[in-house]
């Protein structure tokens, strides 16, 4: 794998051939579920947790609303199958502010959506 320096951003992207191998430069890579980006942003790794969380509550939803659980059950269930889906993994990716808040608010949708509770103000 071949690491450029994000501060500079001039380089440009060229094809590198090593031991018969063409290495070409990418921005971002998938790497044990996290992603790297040449900025080292953490975006795109909070996104895909965050929308893998939400698919995992709209397929419970159907299930849930079948069988007409009580809502504390319900919130049982988002504490054991959802929530640890958005945060598995999440010790060894640095989090700022602003990915924190990002998390917080998909875990109150996503808790809310299989509460089916309505958007408190």
């Known amino acids: 794998m071949l690491v450029r320096d994000p501060i500079n951003k001039s380089i440009a992207k060229q094809t590198q051939e090593i031991n018969g191998v063409l290495i070409t430069p990418v921005d971002t890579i998938k ?9 080292l942003s953490r975006r795109d ?11 995992n509550a709209k397929g419970l939803i159907p299930f849930i609303k079948k069988t007409k659980m009580h809502w504390k059950i319900a919130k049982l ?18 989090l700022t502010k602003s990915n924190r808040t990002r998390l917080r608010q998909y875990e109150r949708d996503s808790e809310r959506y299989v509460t089916s509770r309505k958007k408190s103000t």
């Open 31 to 39: 790497y044990l579920g996290t992603y790297l980006t040449s900025e």
């Open 45 to 55: 790794t909070i996104k895909a947790r965050c929308k893998q969380a939400i698919r």
């Open 77 to 94: 269930i988002y504490k054991m199958v959802i929530s640890p889906s958005m945060t598995y993994g999440l010790n060894v990716v640095a």
